[in-house]
């Protein structure tokens, strides 16, 4: 019989016990198998391939069989590719062999002790058999284990040739050895060995250990090689192995150490684990395995996962694994890792989250079992449900985000109940004011996915769902009428249906809803359809309960609705989020709530349209996928509507978005010609229906359009005419402006041929600026679009300009009353003028200034042109030369002079004059007589300057400031003539419009005209100021405007700018923070050097401290940098030496407790201690800086916290010993002026005696003595009342004791009344009374 086979510690160890006393197989004679030549080494793979086939299974146990095979498999790595697969070939066929005897063995062996056979000599073959069997099985097993374990370290070694380097005549010699082929073949082998029955091969129910460990170890070796893992065949494999050693052959705890170490170090190997895990206990229906490890998991140190981030990861995902392959079992565990949700490890949490939501998904489906059973699982459901919830709230902005995306998978699976729904949708709405983006991009998600998968239908207008509600309750009533308690009261809602005992309820109702759910709707159909809907049309749903049931679905789906329509304002202001993640996911839900039919939705979709300015393109994109999908559609005609309606609808800023982006869909080709078409026919009211308004709409989409392709009004230019200037301007008085906006759109060939065609146009425009055809309101509106566009298309605008300002002077100064006009001018009569007079002054003023405004323009765009055309032909003039080489010579000559002289200069200088001098002409140059605007300039300076006038017609000041406004902005001359008069009209005009002109007006002049408006630079931030909101947020927009395009200089007024960031009006707030936000952008931040300007001023305004504190924390907020930070501590601190006011060491203190300190700034702050030393005596301020060191600890190092301790102990005891002194001087002020008071009433006693003017008496000196015994005594007695009326000196002092400010002292113990009372009266008593003396003592306390 040969010895027996016993698993060595390695491969190696086999030729170290070699002794002749050893009782098991060793190596006696290994073979040199590296020193053979190839052939020889060939013929001896194949004189061991021959005997291992030839021979018995068994052959492997003889010497000389063994040691040959030992020596092949040690230089396995040295064969050829033709002997590795002789030889693996050979084993593995023999093993496959072996493992159908061994399990017949096994049969055999139990039907004989079945039958009762008792032979010895059969008892003795058999038990030599089974020693065979198992010597071979072990011998197998460890020889090809070990051929993977070399094949697999040498596989991916660089020594290995790559195949393509192998010559032809080898290819077919080594395509035979597939070692991806191979590996699977031989692991699978190795796993199918084990699943067969070895009890009676190992002589018990479990292998032999040493067999065990072997197979064991060596598979989680081979789990930590990545490439294994990707060969499906022998991952499956080595899963199958691990899981038949722990489950089939009780080896946890071994496994469970090898799992967890796995886990831990690779994260690779999560998912492999998990897929072994569940197939072990899906085969032997034993989950021993993973729950030893929930176990496991469960009892270590949650601490340990802090320092442990991707321990916990894996550990993390291999929970949600097992959860999602092994829902039931680790549900009936969960209560191991609860705990966890106390640890610190975010992962951890999220994992458990993670965990939770596959349980609540998964493992509770089934509905068979006992109705006891299925009530406990639904409560446990319950459990986690909540648990979920209140998770919502972590600490750990991941974790939040992480439960919000659970609740999506669940609303995705339908794994949330009517009860739970709205409490969900609570939550999620709550979470879209969360701090951190990504917890609001979970929960945007969250509602996107509660209105695709809600259970109340597709329609979610909160009217037909109350509709419908309230006739089933009628039809309830109907139904109960007899029985009190059943009524509508009654009901359950969805409140109710939430809690933790009312599970099956929820399913019941949950089922009932599903049945429902056609009829819920044909209701709310019904309803939104407005029909009325009388008891017996609604549709009957059965008996009393159904009817109940019904009546909590829709009161849960109004519920619902409402919550929906309340994130409204919240996802408005979300779309102004810095985040574009917010945007864009903004933008996708109101999307949703649009189709779903939510209230307020449509309106919040339109303040997107400004979003298209943005400059980061995924929200432009977002934006215009949006309005694509909202407006476009296929077919033209509803296109065509949808955009018109939403131009009729718009405000100016929606409507320049709506411009922009069709400009861009017109340019991509999105805007198609068949949807033009369409517009074009509503316009010309071509399809039936067509209102006047819907026509505006129309041509207003066009001209939009028009603005990235002209060429789209040129087919309809009569049209345009005909009908935006005929019969319907008068129904529409809009379309007539929108008409002239049209001629402005049109392109170069068609305004050509208007200026020698267009005489009829120009007449209309003319007409219609001159005439009173429109309203009064939509007149200013349509004059200024027609005379810009008479700028545009007139070949000589300035005559028809100059007509139109004689007719309009004629209008007003006729003959009749011209004189009498001007004379009541001049005596500055408030009574002169008509309403009609004033309707008319009002607009010949406002033609007048825009005339001369327009003028302007068209003398730049003649400039421009002539400049253009001078560059063009110069350009020409360089490429079209082709000269002779001395002729090139001459030109670059004449060129030279040309320089030199300054001759190409002078040029551009002899434009810029005349262009000069044609701007000056518009108001005050040439002769005034011929000059029209110039000749009203001084009517206009007038006419302002008449302030009762003014404010009897607050139209006819509103038009001639803003009229003056324009000639100032068009002349220097007759701005700084005027700026006086504009700042006092800005300050003191009742009219808020007005002065929000004015304040208007004020930054053109400051771009205009920078150096007049400069000294005027307070007066400016002055309007910040206003008391009304359109001024305050105008004069916002104004001074942003020109700080941040650099065309005002940021001084020492700033502050103003800061104050309104505690605007009353939100916006006006949020405009200041945009500000600043920008502003910090610039350069290295401005607002770093402008703080500690700020401060100053602000500390000495009339602010409230959390005002200034809201206003220091944004503005530090914005700083970034540490090394400003740590400039900003220097600087702060240095503050205190010119500061004796206690406000301002509190607020100074503030700013620095607001600033993010680090090592170095820490280090300055305690450098700085003699600076802010003698600030520390008060109390706020050294909260302040107690507030500093507590962050300067959190971040500190060890070294570096003993030092900040210290200083602590430090600026501690300089509070106290400071705030004794300080108290100790008030004290001695108090005593002082005490002292005083009772010399001057000596002193005047005196001068009273010696005057003789009254005669005192023994009796009043008595009186006056006890007078004196009283108040002394009254000093220890301050509450007892006084009777008699004492002079004004002992008034005083008696004041000035109550007030005095007394130093901590403790009385003597021992001392006799009587000498206290004494020791009292002598000293003034300077000491603190009885109540005094308790309020220091709890203070030092």
């Known amino acids: 019989m040969a010895l027996h086979f016993v698993f060595p510690q390695t491969l190696t160890s086999l030729e170290e016990d070699n002794d002749s006393d050893c009782t098991h197989l060793t190596v006696q004679k290994p073979f040199p198998v590296s020193s053979l030549p190839p052939p020889e080494l060939e013929e001896f793979v194949k004189g061991v391939s021959f005997d291992l086939s030839d021979k018995e299974l068994f052959c492997v146990e003889e010497q000389e069989v063994f040691d040959r095979v030992y020596s092949l498999v040690k230089g396995f790595a040295a064969l050829t590719p033709a002997c590795k697969f002789n030889l ?3 084993l593995r066929s023999n093993f496959s062999v072996l493992l159908p005897n061994v399990d017949s063995l096994c049969r055999r062996a139990s039907l004989s002790r079945e039958e009762g056979n008792d032979a010895g000599e059969d008892d003795q073959l058999a038990v030599d058999r089974v020693a065979s069997h198992r010597n071979a099985f072990k011998i197998y097993s460890f020889f090809l284990v070990h051929i993977v374990l070399i094949e697999e370290s040498s596989f991916g070694s660089p020594n290995v040739a790559p195949k393509g380097v192998v010559s032809a005549r080898k290819k077919q010699t080594v395509n035979l050895w597939n070692w991806d082929a191979q590996r699977g073949r031989i692991m699978n082998l190795i796993a199918n060995s084990l699943e067969i029955n070895l009890s009676l091969l190992f002589g018990s129910c479990d292998p032999d250990e040493n067999y065990l460990s072997f197979i064991v170890k060596n598979a989680f070796s081979m789990f930590e090689n990545p490439s294994l893992l990707k060969d499906s065949d022998a991952k499956d494999a080595v899963c199958r192995i691990i899981g038949t050693c722990a489950t089939k052959y009780h080896y946890i705890t071994q496994s469970c150490a090898s799992i967890m170490h796995l886990i831990h ?32 998991i469960g009892r270590s140190n949650p601490k340990g996962y802090v320092k442990d981030t991707v321990g916990a990861e894996n550990i993390g995902r291999f929970l949600v694994e097992l959860a999602d392959r092994m829902p039931k079992l680790l549900s009936t565990n969960i209560g191991l890792l609860v705990p966890h949700f106390g640890g ?80 969900v949708a609570a939550v999620a709405s709550g979470r879209l004011e969360d701090k951190s983006a990504i ?46 308690h059943e009524n509508s009261d009654n009901l359950p809602s969805d409140n109710d249906a939430s809690g933790g005992e009312s599970g099956v309820e929820n399913e019941e109702l949950e089922k009932d809803l599903k049945n429902q759910d056609s009829l819920t709707d044909s209701c709310v159909a019904e309803v939104a359809d407005g029909t009325e809907q009388v008891d017996s049309s609604v549709p009957d749903v059965g008996n009393v309960e159904q009817t109940r049931t019904l009546i909590a679905s829709l009161e849960a789906g109004l519920r619902f609705s409402k919550c929906m329509s309340s994130v409204m304002p919240t996802l408005v202001q979300l779309m102004a989020s810095s985040s574009s993640s917010d945007v864009e996911n903004t933008i996708l839900l109101l999307m949703r709530c649009r189709q779903f039919q939510i209230d307020g939705s449509e309106d919040c979709l339109r303040k997107m349209l400004p979003l298209v300015f943005s400059q980061d393109k995924s929200i432009y994109e977002a934006v215009e996928n949006a309005f694509i999908t909202i407006y476009i559609r296929k077919n033209p005609v509803e296109t065509a509507k949808n955009l018109l309606h939403l131009a009729i609808d718009s405000n100016i800023g929606d409507l320049a978005s709506l411009e922009f982006i069709l400009g861009a869909l017109v340019f991509k080709g999105d805007i198609t010609a068949s949807m033009l078409s369409a517009l074009w026919d509503f316009f010309c009211f071509n399809i039936d229906g067509t209102t006047a308004r ?36 008068k129904v529409e008085p809009l379309l007539a402006r929108t008409a002239c906006s049209a001629l402005q759109r049109l392109s170069e060939e068609d305004k050509k041929l208007l200026s020698t065609n267009g005489t009829r146009v120009f007449g209309i425009l003319e007409y219609l600026i001159s005439g009173f055809s429109l309203p009064e309101n939509i007149w200013y509106a349509a004059a200024d679009t027609a005379i810009s566009a008479l700028y545009i298309i007139h070949p000589t605008p300035e005559s028809i300009a100059a007509d139109l300002v004689k007719k309009s002077l004629k209008s007003v100064f006729d003959s009749s009353g011209g004189s009498e006009l001007q004379a009541d001018m001049d005596s500055d009569s408030p009574n002169v003028l008509t309403s009609m007079q004033v309707a008319k002054l009002s607009r010949y003023l406002f033609v007048v200034s825009h005339v001369a405004m327009n003028q302007l323009v068209y003398i730049e765009s003649c400039l421009r042109k002539v400049q253009k055309a001078k560059a063009k032909k110069e350009k020409m003039d360089a490429e079209n030369k082709n000269l002779d080489v001395s002729t090139e ?53 007038k006419l302002c300057r008449n302030f009762s006038l003014m404010q009897k017609y607050p139209a006819l000041q509103a038009s001639g400031m803003l009229a003056l406004c324009r000639l100032m902005i068009i002349d220097a001359e007759f701005c700084e003539s005027n700026l006086q008069l504009l700042f006092t009209v800005v300050e003191n005009a009742l009219s808020e419009v007005v002065r929000s002109n004015c304040t208007i007006a004020l930054g053109d002049l400051a771009v205009r005209f920078p150096n007049l408006l400069e000294p005027w630079t307070e007066n400016m931030y002055a309007r910040l100021r206003d008391q009304s909101v359109p001024v305050r947020k105008n004069a916002v927009l104004v001074l942003s405007h020109l700080i941040l395009n650099d065309m005002m200089k940021v001084k020492g007024y700033i502050y103003e700018m800061a104050m309104r960031l505690e605007d009353e009006d939100g916006r006006i707030g949020n405009l200041v923070k945009l500000f600043f936000h920008e502003l910090s952008k610039k350069g290295s931040n401005p607002v770093y050097n402008l703080l500690p300007d700020i401060l100053g001023k602000l500390s000495s305004q009339n602010l409230n401290g959390e005002s200034f504190g809201n206003i220091m924390q944004f503005l530090i907020g914005s700083i970034k940098k540490d090394k400003q930070m740590e400039s900003l501590v220097e600087k702060l601190c240095n503050r205190f030496t010119g500061v004796s006011d206690v406000k301002q060491w509190e607020c100074i203190s503030y700013c620095l407790s607001q600033l993010a300190f680090t090592e170095k700034s820490m280090k300055k702050l305690m450098e700085s201690f003699k600076i802010y030393e003698h600030v520390l005596s008060e109390d706020i301020v050294m909260e302040h800086f107690r507030n500093i060191i507590n962050k300067g600890k959190k971040f500190a190092k060890p070294e570096q916290k003993a030092i900040i301790e210290e200083f602590e102990e430090k600026i501690d005891k300089y509070h106290n010993e400071k705030k004794e002194q300080v108290i100790t001087e008030k004290n001695a002020q108090v005593h002082q002026q005490k002292v005083s008071n009772i010399e001057s009433y000596v002193a005047n006693q005196k001068e009273v005696e010696e005057s003789g003017e009254s005669e005192i008496t023994e009796d009043e000196v008595e009186t006056s003595n006890s007078e004196e015994a009283e108040v002394l005594h009254s000093k220890s007695k301050p509450t007892r009342s006084r009777t008699r009326s004492e002079a004004s000196s002992e008034m005083t002092e008696l004041e000035l004791e109550d007030n005095e400010v007394q130093s901590p002292f403790i009385p003597l113990r021992g001392a006799s009344k009587s000498t206290i009372k004494k020791s009292s009266i002598k000293s003034e008593n300077i000491y603190p009374e009885p109540s005094t003396k308790k309020n220091t003592r709890s203070k030092r306390r």
């Open 889 to 941: 010579s001459d030109v670059q000559k004449d060129d030279g002079i040309n320089s030199e002289l300054g001759l190409a200069a002078s040029e551009d200088a002899m434009l810029d004059n005349l262009a000069e001098r044609a701007e000056k002409e518009i108001i005050s140059g040439g002769d005034a007589g011929k000059n029209l605007i110039g000749h009203c300039a001084p009517f206009l300076t």
């Open 694 to 729: 819907q026509c505006r709409g129309a041509l207003s989409v066009l001209c939009m359009a028009a603005k990235a392709s002209p060429s789209i009004l040129s087919s309809h230019l009569q049209d345009i005419v005909d009908i935006g200037f005929g019969r319907w301007a």
């Open 265 to 296: 170090k690779y994260d690779y190997v999560v998912i492999h684990l998990a897929d072994a895990i569940a197939g072990a206990e899906k085969k032997y229906a034993d989950g021993s395995l993973a729950t030893t490890l929930i176990r496991e």
């Open 344 to 423: 610190d490890s975010y992962k951890i949490r999220n994992a458990l989250v993670g965990v939770l939501g596959k349980l609540v998904a998964k493992a509770f489906s089934d509905v068979e079992g006992e109705m006891s059973s299925k009530s406990i699982r639904l409560r446990t459901k319950q459990a986690m449900l909540e648990i979920l919830l209140e998770r919502c709230r972590d600490v750990s902005a991941y974790t939040r985000s992480r439960v919000l995306q659970v609740w999506s998978e669940l609303c995705e699976e339908h794994s949330v109940s009517i009860g739970l729904w709205n409490e």
């Open 439 to 484: 917890v609001r991009k979970s929960a945007l998600n969250l509602l996107i996915m509660m209105l695709q998968h809600n259970p109340f239908g597709p329609q979610l207008r909160a009217a037909s769902f109350e509709a419908t509600l309230e006739q089933y309750k009628k039809k309830l009533n109907e139904l109960s009428p007899k029985d009190p």
């Open 88 to 90: 693996a070939e050979a």
